[in-house]
């Protein structure tokens, strides 16, 4: 399965210029995504979608990965047409993942276990979530909150698409994960520091 990392927002709250290129312990905010991806026993091809706002960012991913991640350039300002976009330059075949350049803390083996979730729930698409309590107590106040069977719901921003039908609304599994690594993002200065202490303490 192919995917295409999102990379096409400036980061306004972060305040720290294009997102996709700040650091985390030496390391950018988006290669952890592309190095995770590419270590994934399921997925091929890696594309990053980048925008007008991020030209630091396609050029840093040029110099470090000499042409092996593809970098396409959207027009910016529509995240929707942005993502059809990049589906369609790529010319990916069958499913495709969708993911947020801003996710440090997943890794390979989380990656493999939702396109084997998806590959067994039989839908078009599907789409990651978790609960919001575990946003709640990683101290987290989520964006977009969604209400799933009476339960609140916070989307992670990792989704899988059906690329052929890419233009249409598509039927959706909702993959509901209890881990606290899907719930942080790097938004904000404070969740850049959360990512910092998650991995201090794993090392």
Known sequence: MDAIVMAGGFGQRLGMGEKPCVELLGKPLISYVIDTLRASKETDRVFVAVSPVTPKTEIMLQERYKGEVRVIR????????DMIYAVETAQTIGPVMIIMSDLPLINSELIDFVIEKYRKAGTPALSVYVPIDICKGIGIRPDTVFNKDGKLIVP?????LDSSQIRNEQEDFNLILENPKLAINVNTVEDLQRCK???QCTN
Request: no cysteine; glycine share 24%.
């Open 74 to 81: 959207t027009f910016g300002g529509n995240y929707v047409g």
């Open 156 to 160: 992670v921003g990792i989704n899988i």
């Open 197 to 199: 202490d998650q991995m």
